[in-house]
């Protein structure tokens, strides 16, 4: 009785532990891997990357929290000159998962103007966190003239 009961507590203990840690890194910005993004490689039209950033979502139809991501990434770049929101459903297209390296939906790719990978976010991202970024990418005197 007395080993099943600490065997259950250190059970506890250990998925406790497991959860924290994946909300703690949920939603955090990862170095983007540099790589060069095309709409095209994404099963996208041309034009569907915008002039100055991107950013690029990641879905599935099963996704709890991709509908609310989708509005707040739509959000910032609806107020980002020159900054697209695209949105690619993994759900029938698994072999783009592998291929960008998606573990988990969403995941945000920030896209710098000549569609670099510049950033990821695995979960769903802050606001604040992704206009930071946003602003760091775009050149001090264009920002400026913009503002």
Known sequence: ???????????????TGAGLLWRALDGRRRRGSGRLVRPADVALEPGAFGDEGTLLQFSTEWCARC?????????????????????????DRPELATRFDVLQTPTV?????????VARFS??????????????????GLAEARS
């Not at 009785?1 to 998925?15: G, I």
């Not at 509908?67 to 000159?81: C, D, K, N, W, Y």
């Not at 790719?109 to 990978?117: K, Q, T």
């Open 67 to 91: 509908p609310a991501t989708r509005r707040l990434l739509g959000e910032v770049a609806g107020r980002t000159p020159g900054v697209r929101h695209a949105d690619v459903d993994l759900t």
């Open 123 to 140: 979960g769903a991202p802050r606001a604040a966190d992704v206009d930071e970024l946003l602003a760091g990418l775009r050149p001090a």
């Open 1 to 15: 009785m007395l080993t099943t009961l600490l065997l259950t507590l250190a059970l506890v203990a250990v998925a």
């Open 109 to 117: 790719l920030v896209l710098d103007a000549r569609g670099a990978e």
